[in-house]
């Protein structure tokens, strides 16, 4: 008896420990990486008649492992450099890696708009998310901006559950005695929410909130008031359906409501706009408005129609978008066709875009369009067509109107030989833009381009060399008087050569490019060629770790007629960079 206990008690024991859930799996990916590139330019003789174009030294480190252990998720994005390259910031920069000869603090340093430092730790439908993210939300409320701060985002089952509170502009002081004089910026302060329930592939719905608001205490000085940068504060609140109604039918929908003020130091007011708190006080630059966008289709393998509309009222604004543009209403009819045994796909869109709707002299009405046409008509001959027409009207005092009408045509023709497989590209492009501003004078301006391009590239099947030959034409018009243009001529002819040796670990890389320009309407003549050679090399140190390396020199010598007389610059660049890859 006593043996048989024995015996079932290592029995117990081994399927105990058999039992023992395993520990949780390690792995790591991702990559990290520094990178260098270095600026000359030389001017022969010595003067202005061309700026440089970069800094003259850039660095910039990488590093952006993923850690996994087991069902914890740990991605990390850190990307920066410790110069001041920031071109976002509405600022005037005095010399890179200070800001108007000072040095950035280290506050300045992490919310610079070109610094990364974010990592998002992640357990099952729990995410924490820290430092630098970039949210979307939804299409009305905010997406378009990146934050340093601070949040969430919980998806149990079928609710979602979001937040976010960070810095979207970082403070920069007024500065009239700099050289050149730096205008300077607010901070501001942002946070999101989002409270929601989905199902993937049948239904999502949410109700969205987004707060900007300029820190007044944050500079010191501040911006005056006739530099344009006035301390602003908005709100907007969002409400989201998207749904599949029956089988590939879906309806998307969105209605938002905005409250923003123009000038945080106006008065507050008991008039016109009300508060809504506890979210925001109104004053008397404060406006309030508001937008919607329906879209209502079918979808099926190969083909999809659908309506679309979205109104935006003039009032309509909104931190999470700064740059979008009020006062219009789109609308627009959209389809999608595979045709032909799938060697024919089109896709497109053809509207109507009503601009300034609350302006009865400057209302207009224009046609938005954009199509994109590939057919397969042999194995060895396709053709791209696509054509777009996109614009936009403000208005105001300042208001501009600006219409952009582009056409590419893509022929593509293949052959294979005994040893070579051949490929010949054809591109020609026009684009027609034109804008014209409201305010007196009236002012309008006109661009007419061409650009013919053609490029051969042969694979060898028994070599690992390779080449393309590209040939480039290209004409700018513009009108400067009746019966008068500025018209810009290129002439390009450039090849490019790759060869991998030592087994394929090293890769030799070069490139030659030589090009003519030629300006007919405007003294003195900035006519002139240029020669532009590249050399570089891809090598595989190991499986993981790659180093890259190129050299190149462009040199432009003006003809006679320029000012100083045959004057010419070389510019050289070099860039390096060594990236590790984790798995």
């Known amino acids: 008896m006593k043996k048989i206990l024995i015996i079932l008690l290592l029995f117990s024991t081994a399927n105990l420990f058999a039992q023992q859930p395993s520990p949780p799996k390690i792995s790591l990916g991702g990559s990290m990486g520094v990178s260098y590139e270095g600026y000359g330019l030389d001017l022969n003789p010595a003067g202005s008649y061309y700026a440089p174009r970069r800094p003259w030294n850039l660095v910039r480190f990488n590093f952006a492992p993923t850690f996994n252990f087991g069902k914890w998720g740990l991605p990390v994005n850190i990307n920066f450099t410790p110069q001041q390259t920031n071109f976002v910031t509405p600022s005037t920069l005095g010399g890179y890696g200070s800001i108007g000869g000072k040095p950035q603090n280290l506050w300045q340093f992490l919310t610079n708009p070109l610094n990364n430092f974010g990592v998002s730790p992640k357990y099952k439908w729990a995410e924490l998310q820290l430092g630098t993210q970039y949210l979307n939300y939804s299409e009305l409320s905010t997406g378009d901006i990146g934050l340093f701060g601070y949040g969430f985002a919980l998806t149990p089952k079928k609710f979602r559950v979001r937040f976010f509170n960070g810095v979207s502009q970082r403070p920069i002081s007024y500065n009239a005695l700099a050289t050149p004089p730096i205008i300077g ?21 949410s109700l969205n909130f987004a707060k900007g608001k300029d820190k007044l205490s944050s500079v010191n000085p501040a911006p005056p008031a006739l530099s344009g940068i006035l301390p602003q504060e908005g709100f907007t609140a969002s409400f989201v359906v998207k749904t599949t109604i029956a089988k590939n039918y879906y309806f998307n929908s969105e209605f938002a409501h905005s409250i923003y003020t123009l000038d945080e130091t106006q008065p507050l007011t008991v008039i016109g706009v009300k508060d809504l708190q506890p979210f925001i006080k109104a004053n008397t630059s404060t406006l309030a408005d508001n937008a919607a966008k329906i ?8 083909f999809d129609i659908g309506i679309s509309t979205k109104y935006l009222g003039a009032g309509f604004q909104t931190a999470g978008y700064p740059f979008m543009q009020p006062d219009r209403w789109d609308y627009t009819l959209n389809t999608r066709l595979n045709a032909w045994k799938n060697k024919m ?42 054509y777009s027409n996109f614009g936009f009207q403000t208005s105001g005092i300042n208001g501009l109107r600006n219409v952009a009408n582009d056409l590419s045509i893509n022929p593509t023709y293949t052959w294979t030989t005994e040893k070579i497989m051949h490929n010949i590209t054809g591109t020609y492009s026009w684009s027609k833009y034109d804008e014209r501003t409201n305010y007196n004078p009236l002012v309008t301006t006109h661009n007419n381009t061409h650009t013919a391009l053609i490029t051969y590239i042969p694979t060898y099947l028994n070599k690992k060399v390779s080449t393309d030959f590209t040939a480039m034409y290209f004409l700018n018009k513009t009108p400067l008087l009746p019966n008068q243009f500025l018209k810009t001529t290129f002439y390009s002819l450039s090849s490019n050569i790759g060869l991998p040796i030592a087994r394929d670990k090293l890769k030799l890389k070069g490139q030659l490019m030589y090009t003519y320009n030629k300006t ?40 006679k007629d320029f000012l100083p007389p045959s004057a010419r610059y070389l510019e050289s660049t070099v860039r390096t960079s060594f990236n590790y890859r984790f798995k």
């Open 520 to 559: 007919d309407g405007t003294l003195p003549k900035s006519d002139g060629g240029n020669i532009l050679a590249t050399a570089g090399a891809d090598w595989n140190i190991t499986k993981k770790l790659k180093w890259n390396i190129s050299m190149t020199g462009s040199l432009f010598k003006y003809t």
């Open 185 to 205: 910026a607010y901070q501001r302060n942002n946070w999101m929410a989002q409270l929601g329930m989905e199902e993937e592939g049948k239904y999502s719905v």
């Open 345 to 386: 796909n089109i896709t497109a869109s053809i509207g109507q875009r009503m601009n300034n709707l609350s302006n009865t002299t400057l209302k207009s009405k224009q046609l938005i369009a954009n199509v994109n046409w590939f057919t397969q008509f042999s194995d060895h001959f396709s053709v791209n067509a696509f």
């Open 295 to 302: 879209s209502i289709g079918r979808k099926s393998k190969n």
